[in-house]
C-alpha cells in the first residue's frame, strides 16, 4: 500500500496525543510541540516567509485593558503575518 | 535577470487637508516598509512621487530619513495631473520612470500603488514565474468589518497592482500617453485604460484571484484610522 504524504500529519497527531495523555500538566504550547516534532523526526519542509494572514488579537488586550480594548472592532488589534 | 517594482505615491496632494497629508505620510511610511519586507531579492524597488517638490515640505522625520536613501523619480507637484483621475497620475509617473530608467536590465516591471499593505510576497512570487505577457486581476473586496464588496466586472482591470514583461509595460505607458494626450477630458479610469490595452492588443495574460492587500479606505466615511475602512483584496 503506497503511504500518503498526509501520513506526516498523521504522525504529528500521534505524537501531540502521546504528549497530552503522557503530560497532564502540559507546559509546553502547541507551537513548541510543532517545532518538537519537526526536529526530533528531522522532518523535510519548505519556508513560508510570510503568511499573508490578517489577525484579529482582541482577545489578549481585553486582559490589560477592558475598557480601551472592549471594542472588538478596533484597528489597533488587528495585524498581518 | 532581475525584476523591478515601481512604487507610486501622492504623498500631500494638494486637494487634501493639511491633517489628511500628515496621516498620509505616517500611511505611506507604513507600507514602503512592509513592502520591502515582503518584496523578494530579484527586485529592485523605485519610488515614484508626484505632490512634492523638495524633502523640505515631508513632515514625518521618518519618512524623510526612509527616502533619503531610496532610488526615486521624483515629478514634482507640477506632474501632479491626478488631482481628479488619480489613475492618470500613476500613468504619467509610470511614463516618466520609464524614461528614467535602464528598463532593459528587467525582466518584469510591478506597478504598484504605494498606498497599500502588502501582507506577503504572492504578487511577486507570480510576477518572478511570469511566462506571459502581463499578470492583472480584478478582485473583489472583504471588509475587516465582514463585509464583502464586489468590484465592477465591467471593462475594467484592477490597478492597484499588477505586472508586465519590461517590453509590454513600456508599450503600455506609451499607449496611456496617447490616450492622455489625445483626449483631453480623460473620462475613462487608468483601470479601464489598462483594460482596453490588454485587449485591443490581445496581450497574453495570467490572472491573480487576489492579490493580498489591505487597503485603507479612508475617503468612505472621512474617518483615517476606522477598521470598517480597512478591506483586503
Known amino acids: ?81 | 535577470m532581475k525584476n523591478l517594482a515601481l512604487a507610486f505615491c501622492s504623498i500631500r496632494p494638494q486637494q487634501f487637508s493639511e491633517n489628511v497629508c500628515d496621516h498620509r505620510e505616517q500611511e505611506y511610511l507604513v507600507c514602503l516598509q512592509q513592502l520591502e519586507r515582503v518584496l523578494p531579492e530579484s527586485f529592485d524597488l523605485i519610488v515614484c512621487e508626484n505632490t512634492i517638490d523638495s524633502e523640505d515640505q515631508i513632515k514625518n522625520k521618518n519618512l524623510k530619513i526612509y527616502l533619503a536613501d531610496k532610488e526615486m523619480v521624483v515629478l514634482g507637484r507640477d506632474g501632479n495631473i491626478g488631482t481628479s483621475n488619480k489613475g492618470m497620475g500613476e500613468l504619467l509617473m509610470l511614463k516618466t520612470a520609464i524614461d528614467q530608467t535602464d528598463i532593459d536590465t528587467y525582466e518584469n516591471i510591478s506597478y504598484i500603488s504605494a498606498r497599500k499593505l502588502y501582507t506577503c510576497p504572492y504578487v511577486f512570487e507570480r510576477t518572478e514565474k511570469l511566462k506571459k505577457q502581463a499578470l492583472i486581476s480584478n478582485p473583489d473586496a472583504v471588509f475587516l468589518d465582514g463585509k464583502f464588496s464586489e468590484s465592477s466586472k465591467d471593462g475594467l482591470y484592477n490597478d492597484m497592482f499588477f505586472s508586465m514583461k519590461s517590453k509590454t509595460m513600456i508599450d503600455y505607458a506609451n499607449y496611456a500617453m496617447d490616450y492622455m494626450q489625445s483626449n483631453s477630458l480623460q473620462q475613462l479610469g487608468s483601470e479601464q485604460v489598462l483594460y482596453n490595452f490588454i485587449n485591443s492588443n490581445n496581450i497574453l495574460y495570467e490572472w491573480l484571484n487576489w492579490l493580498g492587500i489591505i487597503r485603507n479606505d479612508w475617503e468612505r466615511n472621512q474617518s483615517i484610522f476606522d477598521v470598517s475602512n480597512f478591506h483586503f483584496c
Not at chain 1, 26 to 55: A, C, H, K, M, P
Not at chain 1, 65 to 76: A, G, P, Q, R, Y
Open chain 1, 1 to 81: 500500500m503506497l503511504k500518503r504524504n498526509t501520513s506526516v500529519i498523521v504522525d504529528y497527531a500521534n505524537y501531540a496525543m502521546k504528549y497530552i495523555e503522557e503530560n497532564p500538566v502540559q507546559t509546553i504550547g502547541s507551537e513548541q510541540l510543532l517545532y518538537n516534532f519537526v526536529v526530533e523526526n528531522n522532518i523535510d519542509y519548505e519556508w513560508l516567509t510570510w503568511l499573508g494572514i490578517i489577525r484579529n488579537d482582541w482577545l489578549s488586550t481585553i486582559h490589560n485593558n477592558w475598557e480601551e480594548s472592549k471594542t472588538i472592532l478596533n484597528v489597533d488589534n488587528f495585524y498581518i503575518c
